[in-house]
């Protein structure tokens, strides 16, 4: 294993000579830096900012979230995706401000709905210097590269070995800083692709940048296969307002959410123009939706509603909706 303390200190000189200025690295309030993560997970740094903002504006402390009624967090969450993060997010307010406070141990933390090891060690390493190393996708990258490592980071074994090294890397003088310094080099210098390995502070000590190995890896073996999914999202207008059908209570995703009415909902409905199409990718499923403008009037079935744009910034509307929506012309802001 590359010697631990030789990666530590690269790894932190080259983090305080500079990394990118994002908001969340100016505080160390647990609860800020948590909502960072959790709006992390599956989304880049800078699509994230703008949602970061609004949400601390709006829920400034996790009392704020936790009074807070569910529709006013999933609606600052709209288009961000993964819903399940935001409703997790008000249930573990709801936890910790009944608890009086958020939690400063690590099992505690990870006991929080929604928290996981990654975002565990993350928040307790950042805002109360608990010796937890991160890992996720980048660091696993890194940890393979560093070592050299060919192994499935499929398998468990793998992942757990590859967080034991990287537990040994840990300054646990300075976690967070030790675990954002990780995390940058990962999102910014060891690329999936390309690799910049003639800028990285790691390259003295990296055997998959020796050995000429560093873009064969990470080795992961088990793939799961694109699902590609097809429909058509109808646009309806009627004096200034939107047609939208709300998801079921029980819907196994965006339950609650509100999106626009497909021409199976809607039997009756006059189709017009085609509008254009959009694209969405959820993990392995990809969409491709067809946008067409229609006419039609209030369908008797549950979940229907007209709203007016305004109104959009104030309700939970699926991200697809959002695309279509902006695709037709009709922009809100949140
Ligand atoms: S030298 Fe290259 S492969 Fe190795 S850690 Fe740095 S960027 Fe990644």
């Given amino acids: 294993m590359a010697a631990r303390h030789r990666v530590s200190g690269l790894l932190l000189a080259w983090y305080a000579r500079g990394h990118r200025d994002l908001p969340w690295r100016h505080t160390r309030d647990p609860y800020a830096i948590w909502v960072s993560e959790i709006m992390l997970q599956q989304t880049r740094a800078q699509a994230v900012i703008p949602y970061y903002r609004r949400f601390l504006e709006r829920f400034p402390t996790v009392a704020a979230l936790a009074a807070a009624a569910e529709d006013d967090v999933l609606a600052l969450w709209s288009g961000l995706g993964y819903y399940s993060r935001a409703r997790n997010l008000w249930r573990a307010a709801q936890r910790i401000a009944a608890a009086g406070g958020f939690p400063r141990e690590y099992a505690a933390i990870r006991a929080l709905p929604g928290i996981g090891d990654y975002t565990a060690a993350a928040v307790g390493s950042i805002a109360f210097d608990l010796p937890y190393a991160v890992l996720d996708g980048n ?140 694209r969405h990718t959820i993990t392995h499923h990809h969409y491709s939706l067809e946008v067409c403008s229609a006419t039609a009037s209030l369908p008797d079935g549950e979940g229907f509603r007209w709203f007016k744009i305004a109104q959009l910034a104030e309700i939970p509307v699926s991200t697809t909706a959002r695309k279509a929506l902006q695709l037709a012309g009709i922009v809100y802001k949140l």
């Fill in 139 to 278: 660091v696993l990258r890194v940890v393979a590269r560093v070592e050299n490592d060919a192994s499935d980071i499929s398998a468990g074994r793998t992942r757990e070995r590859f967080r034991e090294i990287a537990q040994q890397w840990l300054d646990a003088r300075e976690p967070g800083h030790f675990n954002q310094a990780l995390m940058e080099l990962g999102a910014t210098v060891c690329l999936p692709r390309n690799p910049l390995c003639l800028v990285c502070p790691l390259a003295t000590c990296c055997r998959a940048r020796l050995e000429g190995t560093a873009a064969q890896l990470p080795v992961k073996l088990r793939k799961t296969a694109a699902v590609r999914l097809s429909g058509t999202l109808l646009v309806v207008r009627n004096r200034g307002r939107i047609l939208l059908r709300q998801r079921d209570a029980g819907a196994s995703r965006m339950a609650g959410f509100w999106d626009l009415p497909s021409p199976e909902d809607l039997p009756a409905a006059e189709l017009g123009e085609r509008i254009g199409e959009i």
